[in-house]
Every structure is written in structure tokens, then in C-alpha cells.
């Protein structure tokens, strides 16, 4: 049974922005690294699945004919997401929908080049996961790309913290990450990471190590191409076509 605290645990942090304000800066990393996984050198069509409140936005760079489009169930993570595209001037080149990526999306079959999916597939179950998949197979164009991130079995709050620490010192430097250490981490900690990881130990969503999510990427239809630990190791990249 869902609680009141996971029922709206995204709503609320859309809604008051601290999803954005919070976010551990080993978590912004893997955008990053995300963003490094597009390799190509022509325009795209680029499907966000499961954007929330369009962080990735901020990790991107579309070129002039690119078009990226973000999908979420969240009205409250849409309407941020809207927000950062007007202040990034690319309200010609992103757009934003609300939809739930486990049923089928309005978008035509074959119209994809990149689809990318951040954290976004763990707190759907087994059988609705298959669904996304067949419905990114859909979307995809013939020899278009699917990346995925998605949290392992050895997710842990407290490393996730020590690393983003780490981060934000080699970057910013020590003022700053003391900052972040004594003044917005331990809300990230206690209110957002430490409940993720009760969630994914209880099996109420759905951690699994890089040989068990390679293995349902490829029989879901797909090539795996590249698979890597990111997240302070508490998650998986996998870029498959």
C-alpha cells in the first residue's frame, strides 16, 4: 500500500522546486554523463522518458534542428520543466507532454531517434515495464538509440552524499561544500535518498544489479551496447539499440 508520503513525494517536490534546489550533485553528474552517451553528430529527435521537472534541460546541447521532447505523469514536473525551457530560449526546440510512459504515448511509431529514461522505469512494476519497452520499440526509428539509468542493488544514501561532497569540493570548493554538507544535504539525505533506499530494500520499487537489467533490456527486444556503474556506484548505465 502506497503511503501518503510516497503518493507524493514527486508531486511536492515539483511543486515547491526543492526536488530541483536538493539534488545531490552526484545526481546531476549522471545527467552529465548522460549527456555524454549521445554521440552523434546529426539532428535528433530526442525522447525524455519520465523527465520530471526537465533537469536534463541543463545538461544538453541541442543543435538548431534538434528537437527534444519530455514526457511525465506530473503536471506539477511538467509545468517546472516549461519553466526552464522558456529561460534556455528553447521553445522551439522543446516541448513538453503529460503522459504516463507505461501506456502508449501520442507520438507517431518511428518518429524517435534517442530515447533516454533517468531513473524513470524503478517504480514501475514488472509487467508494465514490458509495455515501455514495446512502446520505446515503437517510437524508435531504425537504428535509433535507448539509454537507460536505473538504480542497482548496492544503492546507498550515505555514499551517494560522501561522493556528491566530494564533488562539489573538487568544483566549487571547500566554502561551497560545506554549504551543501551542513545545509542542503541532510534534507536530500533524510527526506529524499534515505527513502528511496527504504523503498528499493523493501522491494516496494524495483532495484537490480547490471547483469539482471541487461538481461530484461535484451529480452525486451534490444542490443546491449555499453554498461557502466554511475551514481557513486548506486546505479546503472546502459546504452542499447
Known sequence: MKTIYSRFYWEVGFKTHLYDLLLP?????????????IH???????LDAGCGSGVFLNYINLS???T???VDLLMSGVSNARIKRRFKNLLNRAYFVLSDISKSLPMRSQSVDIIVAHFSLYTIDSEKRKLVFK???RLLKKG???ILIE???EYSAKRIIAHSIKLVLDNEGKFTSLIKKWFFYPFTYHFGLKFIESQLRKGIWRAVDSEELCDEVSANGYTVNSVEQVYADS???IIAS
Open 144 to 146: 535509433g538509440g535507448l
Open 64 to 66: 538548431n534542428r534538434s
Open 68 to 70: 527534444y521532447i519530455g
Open 235 to 237: 546505479a546503472t548505465l
Open 135 to 137: 512502446e520505446f520499440r
Open 151 to 153: 538504480p542497482s542493488t
Open 40 to 46: 552523434t553528430d546529426k539532428d535528433y529527435v530526442l
Open 25 to 37: 550533485q552526484a545526481y546531476s553528474d549522471s545527467f552529465r554523463r548522460l549527456a555524454k552517451s
